[in-house]
Nanobody, 125 residues
Framework: QVQLVESGGGLVQAGGSLRLSCVAS????????MGWFRQAPGKEREFVAA????????YYADSVKGRFTISRDNAKNTVYLQMNSLTPEDTAVYYC??????????????????WGQGTQVTVSS
């Protein structure tokens, strides 16, 4: 069993920045792949970013490329999402997720095995 706890969400003005953190426990963190997803009201949960277990392969949704950065610190069992140049369209609940078996579909939410409870990010215009 893997437990994931996100933090770092909040209210920020457009153009601002936030850094989300997700701390994992219950399994060897360095053996699984991590992703960030988000869900806005009335919309499907969508892929944001992902990193392989080594941190060497990183993927982004086109909508956040160049603005968001995913990273992980395996010594701290933590994955981060640095979000810059935020816009109101980034407003959503952000979730981290763990994929223990890696199908290769890093963007596909149903391939992830464990999820955090989510953290709200609100960007005002």
């Amino acid at each position: 069993q893997v437990q994931l706890v996100e933090s770092g969400g909040g209210l920020v003005q457009a153009g601002g920045s936030l850094r989300l953190s997700c701390v994992a426990s219950g399994h060897t963190f360095s053996t699984y792949h991590m992703g960030w997803f988000r869900q806005a009201p009335g919309k499907e949960r969508e892929f944001v970013a992902a990193t392989r277990r080594s941190g060497g392969n990183i993927y982004y949704a086109d909508s956040v490329k160049g603005r968001f950065t995913i990273s992980r610190d395996n010594a701290k069992n933590t994955v981060y999402l640095q979000m810059n140049s935020l816009t109101p369209e980034d407003t959503a609940v952000y979730y981290c997720a763990a994929d223990l078996k890696y199908s290769g579909r890093y963007y596909f939410r149903y391939d992830y095995d464990y999820w955090g409870q989510g953290t709200q990010v609100t960007v005002s215009s």
